[in-house]
């Protein structure tokens, strides 16, 4: 990398142009760790704007229902919980507290979401909705035998899924799916269910925005 600068110091004070590899003042040899000195700061320049994080582009939380937010910060709060558990009883304690939690939420209305995918699930409709890090899903919990997918009697949900794609933006309202009085979380694993967790949702209305 070129230098930036257009002349050196000596350490006589005199100043000499870029080119010149003796001083005109005192004619000693241009030092070389000038020459390191420079690289090194160019080289740190670099490291710095590469390592420093950039700031989200994304306006995915921007526009929200408050307790859209208020939700996604709870999430988030959990996670960094997560972060200091001492160990898997512990975290799972953390989970369950927090599925409860979240049984509690009032009927969530207008939220939005971007659509992952639709599907027909047992002759019903199937969705997957990411609301920030967090999926909703109109889906199936074999063990605990609920489902809330979506009949084609309920016509302006169903004829909705019928024109829906991967990536489509979506606003929605209905309520958390509870089982004994906590969320119904659908994850195989714990770690998925820290990290991107999905939860079983009625969907009382759904419309593409």
Known sequence: MAESVSYWICPCGKSNLKSSNKCAGCAKRRPRRLLMYGAILAAVFVG?????????????TL?????QQDFLSKMEAFQAQVGSSPNSLALQR????????????????????TVLGVQSVQGKGG???????????????????IDTLIPSS?????????????????????????HNGSAVEMSY?????????????????LNPQ
């Open 48 to 60: 710095i704007a590469m390592l420093s994080p950039t700031q989200p582009t994304s306006d995915t």
């Open 63 to 67: 526009n929200l229902p408050a307790a």
């Open 94 to 113: 953390l989970v369950q507290d927090r599925d409860l939690q979240i049984a509690k939420i009032a009927s969530p209305e207008s939220w939005s979401g």
């Open 127 to 145: 969705i997957s909705i990411d609301v920030g890090g967090v999926n909703l899903l109109a889906g199936v919990h074999l063990s605990y035998g």
């Open 154 to 178: 309920q016509t302006a949900i169903y004829d909705t899924l019928l024109s829906l794609r991967r990536g489509d933006k979506v606003t929605f309202s209905g309520e958390f799916e509870n």
């Open 189 to 205: 694993t714990s770690q998925a269910a820290v990290s991107n967790p999905e939860f079983l949702f009625n969907f009382r209305t």
